[in-house]
């Protein structure tokens, strides 16, 4: 008969934030993306740009380059909806 045991052993850690939005903030640049495609994509690319600008103008966060970057994105992807709906295959 033989027995065979094993020693487990479970690292964890704990990270306390003041904020629970706090970890967020770091990456929102990473969302921000031109608009481009067809409809459905340009719609995809251009949502996050408005909500990420909306959330950092309400919390304080927005910077300069954020906000020109952004707001570049959406008027490009608005033009580029506008684009798309006047062509004559639909979008």
Known sequence: MFVISYLVTVNTSVVTLGDIMG???TGMDKLIQMPYGCGEQTMLNLAPNVFVLDYLNSTGALT???DTKCKGYILSGI???YILIKMPVGY
């Open 23 to 25: 970890s967020t903030l």
């Open 64 to 66: 300069p380059a954020i």
């Open 79 to 81: 033009i580029l909806f």
